[in-house]
Protein backbone atom coordinates (compact mmCIF):
# COMPACT_ATOMS: atom_id res chain seq x y z
CA UNK A 1 0.00 0.00 0.00
CA UNK A 2 2.72 2.77 0.68
CA UNK A 3 4.67 1.46 -2.04
CA UNK A 4 1.71 2.63 -4.59
CA UNK A 5 0.89 5.83 -2.10
CA UNK A 6 4.19 7.13 -2.15
CA UNK A 7 4.60 6.84 -6.03
CA UNK A 8 1.03 8.75 -6.06
CA UNK A 9 3.05 11.79 -4.18
CA UNK A 10 5.82 11.96 -6.58
CA UNK A 11 5.90 15.08 -8.98
CA UNK A 12 4.51 14.69 -12.57
CA UNK A 13 8.03 13.05 -14.21
CA UNK A 14 7.17 12.92 -18.45
CA UNK A 15 10.46 10.09 -18.53
CA UNK A 16 8.88 7.76 -15.73
CA UNK A 17 5.35 8.56 -15.44
CA UNK A 18 2.94 6.80 -12.99
CA UNK A 19 0.22 4.65 -15.22
CA UNK A 20 -2.78 3.06 -13.60
CA UNK A 21 -4.41 0.25 -15.64
CA UNK A 22 -7.33 -1.88 -15.12
CA UNK A 23 -10.21 -3.43 -17.01
CA UNK A 24 -13.77 -4.44 -17.06
CA UNK A 25 -16.76 -5.82 -18.75
CA UNK A 26 -19.98 -4.48 -19.97
CA UNK A 27 -23.21 -6.98 -21.20
CA UNK A 28 -23.98 -5.78 -24.51
CA UNK A 29 -27.69 -5.51 -24.59
CA UNK A 30 -30.64 -4.71 -27.68
CA UNK A 31 -33.88 -3.98 -27.03
CA UNK A 32 -36.88 -6.21 -27.42
CA UNK A 33 -39.44 -3.33 -28.17
CA UNK A 34 -38.42 0.27 -29.78
CA UNK A 35 -37.62 2.86 -27.03
CA UNK A 36 -39.70 5.88 -26.77
CA UNK A 37 -37.75 8.96 -27.06
CA UNK A 38 -38.86 11.82 -24.65
CA UNK A 39 -41.79 14.59 -25.79
CA UNK A 40 -42.96 17.85 -24.17
CA UNK A 41 -44.35 16.68 -21.32
CA UNK A 42 -43.47 13.02 -21.01
CA UNK A 43 -39.86 11.27 -20.29
CA UNK A 44 -38.11 8.78 -22.66
CA UNK A 45 -39.53 5.15 -21.65
CA UNK A 46 -37.81 1.73 -22.46
CA UNK A 47 -38.97 -1.62 -21.88
CA UNK A 48 -37.33 -3.61 -19.36
CA UNK A 49 -36.80 -6.34 -21.24
CA UNK A 50 -33.35 -6.71 -23.32
CA UNK A 51 -32.05 -9.43 -25.80
CA UNK A 52 -28.37 -10.35 -24.85
CA UNK A 53 -25.43 -9.73 -27.42
CA UNK A 54 -22.56 -11.06 -25.65
CA UNK A 55 -19.79 -9.16 -23.12
CA UNK A 56 -16.96 -7.19 -24.29
CA UNK A 57 -14.08 -5.97 -22.65
CA UNK A 58 -12.60 -2.57 -21.57
CA UNK A 59 -9.11 -1.83 -20.79
CA UNK A 60 -8.70 1.35 -19.20
CA UNK A 61 -5.01 3.05 -19.09
CA UNK A 62 -4.68 6.97 -17.18
CA UNK A 63 -2.20 9.02 -16.75
CA UNK A 64 -3.89 10.82 -13.73
CA UNK A 65 -1.27 13.86 -13.01
CA UNK A 66 -1.48 14.36 -17.15
CA UNK A 67 -5.15 13.93 -17.57
CA UNK A 68 -4.47 11.82 -20.41
CA UNK A 69 -6.65 8.33 -20.66
CA UNK A 70 -7.31 5.71 -23.54
CA UNK A 71 -9.73 2.65 -23.33
CA UNK A 72 -9.22 -0.19 -25.65
CA UNK A 73 -12.29 -2.40 -26.21
CA UNK A 74 -11.77 -5.87 -26.86
CA UNK A 75 -13.72 -8.97 -27.01
CA UNK A 76 -11.41 -10.29 -24.32
CA UNK A 77 -8.93 -9.94 -21.18
CA UNK A 78 -6.53 -13.35 -22.02
CA UNK A 79 -2.66 -13.31 -21.86
CA UNK A 80 -2.05 -11.73 -25.35
CA UNK A 81 -4.57 -9.13 -24.58
CA UNK A 82 -2.78 -7.72 -21.47
CA UNK A 83 0.67 -8.18 -23.75
CA UNK A 84 -0.77 -6.45 -26.52
CA UNK A 85 -1.82 -3.57 -23.93
CA UNK A 86 1.83 -3.38 -22.65
CA UNK A 87 3.27 -3.03 -25.75
CA UNK A 88 0.55 -0.72 -26.90
CA UNK A 89 1.56 1.78 -23.33
CA UNK A 90 5.52 1.60 -24.21
CA UNK A 91 5.03 1.83 -27.98
CA UNK A 92 2.21 3.65 -29.40
CA UNK A 93 1.54 6.09 -25.57
CA UNK A 94 5.18 6.29 -23.74
CA UNK A 95 7.90 5.84 -26.84
CA UNK A 96 9.92 8.25 -25.60
CA UNK A 97 9.69 7.35 -21.61
CA UNK A 98 12.92 5.59 -19.81
CA UNK A 99 10.67 3.52 -17.57
CA UNK A 100 6.50 3.27 -17.57
CA UNK A 101 5.77 2.62 -13.29
CA UNK A 102 2.51 0.97 -13.66
CA UNK A 103 0.30 0.80 -10.85
CA UNK A 104 -2.48 -2.81 -11.47
CA UNK A 105 -3.88 -5.03 -9.37
CA UNK A 106 -3.04 -8.91 -8.76
CA UNK A 107 -5.39 -10.46 -11.60
CA UNK A 108 -3.71 -13.31 -12.55
CA UNK A 109 -2.53 -12.24 -16.90
CA UNK A 110 -0.89 -8.87 -14.94
CA UNK A 111 2.48 -10.34 -15.04
CA UNK A 112 5.53 -10.05 -17.00
CA UNK A 113 4.97 -13.91 -17.68
CA UNK A 114 2.31 -12.48 -20.41
CA UNK A 115 4.71 -10.76 -22.13
CA UNK A 116 7.00 -14.25 -22.30
CA UNK A 117 3.97 -16.10 -23.17
CA UNK A 118 2.77 -14.16 -25.90
CA UNK A 119 6.18 -12.76 -27.60
CA UNK A 120 9.39 -14.14 -28.48
CA UNK A 121 11.85 -13.60 -26.07
CA UNK A 122 13.66 -10.58 -27.40
CA UNK A 123 10.69 -8.58 -27.40
CA UNK A 124 9.70 -9.63 -24.41
CA UNK A 125 12.50 -8.24 -22.77
CA UNK A 126 12.53 -5.50 -24.67
CA UNK A 127 9.37 -4.27 -23.19
CA UNK A 128 10.01 -5.81 -19.45
CA UNK A 129 12.72 -3.52 -19.74
CA UNK A 130 10.65 -0.31 -19.54
CA UNK A 131 8.31 -1.45 -17.38
CA UNK A 132 8.16 -1.25 -13.41
CA UNK A 133 4.89 -2.90 -12.05
CA UNK A 134 3.31 -1.94 -8.70
CA UNK A 135 0.94 -3.92 -7.43
CA UNK A 136 -1.90 -2.78 -4.85
CA UNK A 137 -2.28 -5.13 -1.70
CA UNK A 138 -4.86 -7.82 -2.51
CA UNK A 139 -8.53 -6.68 -1.56
CA UNK A 140 -7.32 -3.11 -1.97
CA UNK A 141 -7.71 -2.70 -5.60
CA UNK A 142 -9.35 0.92 -4.45
CA UNK A 143 -6.06 2.01 -4.50
CA UNK A 144 -5.76 1.90 -8.29
CA UNK A 145 -6.87 5.62 -9.66
CA UNK A 146 -7.64 3.57 -12.72
CA UNK A 147 -10.89 2.32 -10.48
CA UNK A 148 -11.50 6.54 -10.45
CA UNK A 149 -11.66 6.53 -14.44
CA UNK A 150 -13.25 3.31 -14.90
CA UNK A 151 -16.42 4.66 -12.30
CA UNK A 152 -16.31 8.36 -14.53
CA UNK A 153 -16.86 5.91 -17.62
CA UNK A 154 -19.63 3.85 -16.23
CA UNK A 155 -21.89 6.54 -15.06
CA UNK A 156 -21.20 8.92 -17.95
CA UNK A 157 -21.20 7.00 -21.02
CA UNK A 158 -21.56 2.80 -19.94
CA UNK A 159 -24.95 3.34 -18.05
CA UNK A 160 -27.28 2.62 -20.86
CA UNK A 161 -28.03 -0.22 -23.37
CA UNK A 162 -24.65 -0.99 -26.32
CA UNK A 163 -26.34 -3.39 -28.56
CA UNK A 164 -22.69 -4.20 -30.56
CA UNK A 165 -19.14 -3.73 -29.77
CA UNK A 166 -18.45 -1.25 -32.80
CA UNK A 167 -21.41 0.76 -31.02
CA UNK A 168 -19.20 0.59 -27.70
CA UNK A 169 -15.87 1.45 -29.27
CA UNK A 170 -17.69 4.69 -30.73
CA UNK A 171 -19.36 5.67 -27.69
CA UNK A 172 -16.05 5.60 -25.37
CA UNK A 173 -13.90 6.66 -28.12
CA UNK A 174 -16.18 10.06 -27.83
CA UNK A 175 -16.33 10.11 -23.53
CA UNK A 176 -12.35 9.82 -23.97
CA UNK A 177 -11.83 12.49 -26.49
CA UNK A 178 -14.20 14.52 -24.67
CA UNK A 179 -11.78 13.83 -21.47
CA UNK A 180 -8.76 14.72 -22.61
CA UNK A 181 -10.00 17.87 -24.26
CA UNK A 182 -11.09 18.98 -20.30
CA UNK A 183 -7.42 17.43 -19.05
CA UNK A 184 -9.34 15.74 -16.65
CA UNK A 185 -6.83 14.72 -13.71
CA UNK A 186 -7.57 12.57 -10.76
CA UNK A 187 -6.85 14.79 -7.33
CA UNK A 188 -5.75 11.81 -5.18
CA UNK A 189 -4.97 12.96 -1.56
CA UNK A 190 -5.15 9.91 0.46
CA UNK A 191 -1.26 9.95 1.64
CA UNK A 192 0.84 7.76 3.83
CA UNK A 193 0.16 9.46 7.24
CA UNK A 194 -3.26 9.01 6.34
CA UNK A 195 -2.87 5.34 5.75
CA UNK A 196 -0.58 4.84 8.91
CA UNK A 197 -3.38 6.93 11.07
CA UNK A 198 -6.77 5.90 9.68
CA UNK A 199 -5.61 1.91 8.93
CA UNK A 200 -2.74 1.78 12.12
CA UNK A 201 -4.43 -1.30 13.04
CA UNK A 202 -2.51 -2.96 9.81
CA UNK A 203 0.65 -1.99 11.26
CA UNK A 204 2.85 -3.89 14.19
CA UNK A 205 1.96 -1.30 17.24
CA UNK A 206 5.69 -0.74 17.55
CA UNK A 207 6.38 0.34 13.97
CA UNK A 208 3.22 3.34 13.69
CA UNK A 209 4.72 6.70 13.98
Same mark, same amino acid.
Given at each position: ?24 ? %? ?46 ? &???? &? ?26 ? *?? *? ?15 ? #? ?9 ? &?????? #? ?31 ? #????? *? ?6 ? #? &? ?7 ? %? ?11
Amino acid at each position: MEDVLELYGEPHDAARPVVCFDECS %KELHGHVADPIPAAPGHPAKEDYEYSRHGTANLFVIVEPLAGTRRVTV &TDRR &TIPDFAAQMKYLCDELYPAATVIRLVLD *NL *NTHTLGSLFATYPPEEA #WRLARRLEFHY &TPKHAS #WLNMAECELSVLSRQCLNRRVTSRERLSAEVAA #WVTER *NQAQAKIV #W &TFRVADARR %KLDFLYPKELVR
